[in-house]
């Protein structure tokens, strides 16, 4: 019996830290500019609607909707310019009833389009972004 329950503690404990975000599943389908959080879609992009801006003194990118009720933001120490690449970079975005806001987090370089689009995942907190180089 105390066997058994081992068995079911361990495989409880194996399941529960397994939250199964990953960005080949979550981030590397989208061609769209986008902010997914833990599997979750915080912001898209449609260029009817939103706008793109860039400060390079800054390396900040940002997607804002055209009523300004909307929007993220993403800045980074170093300009992204290579897959696999490690930034640090922090990040603010609405959401229905906030703003919220994660700092100083690292961001891996997914993939890089040659259109600018720029495909960023931070595995520690399941975030992903996808920004345009302007």
Same mark, same amino acid.
């Given at each position: 019996?105390?066997?058994?329950?081992?068995?079911?503690? +361990?495989?409880?404990?194996?399941?529960? !830290?397994?939250?199964?975000?990953?960005?080949?599943? =979550?981030?590397?389908?989208?061609? $769209? =500019?986008?902010?997914?959080?833990?599997? /979750?879609?915080? =912001?898209?992009?449609? $260029?009817? *609607?939103?706008?793109?801006?860039?400060?390079?003194?800054?390396?900040?990118?940002?997607?804002?909707?055209?009523?300004? !009720?909307?929007?993220?933001?993403?800045?980074?120490?170093?300009?992204?310019?290579? $897959?696999?690449? &490690?930034?640090?970079?922090?990040?603010?975005? *609405?959401?229905?009833?906030?703003? &919220? *806001?994660?700092?100083?987090? +690292?961001? !891996?370089?997914?993939? =890089?389009?040659?259109?600018?689009? /720029?495909?960023?995942?931070?595995?520690?907190?399941?975030?992903?972004? /996808?920004? &345009?180089?302007?």
């Amino acid at each position: 019996m105390k066997r058994t329950f081992i068995y079911i503690v +361990t495989a409880a404990v194996a399941f529960a !830290s397994c939250d199964g975000y990953r960005p080949e599943e =979550i981030l590397l389908p989208r061609n $769209e =500019i986008s902010l997914t959080i833990k599997g /979750v879609d915080q =912001i898209i992009y449609d $260029e009817n *609607t939103w706008q793109l801006g860039f400060n390079d003194k800054k390396n900040e990118f940002r997607v804002v909707d055209d009523k300004v !009720s909307e929007w993220f933001l993403f800045r980074c120490e170093t300009m992204p310019s290579s $897959e696999g690449q &490690k930034i640090k970079g922090d990040i603010e975005y *609405t959401t229905d009833t906030d703003i &919220k *806001t994660q700092e100083g987090l +690292t961001y !891996s370089v997914e993939k =890089i389009s040659q259109d600018g689009l /720029v495909w960023l995942w931070n595995d520690d907190k399941d975030i992903g972004a /996808v920004i &345009k180089i302007l």
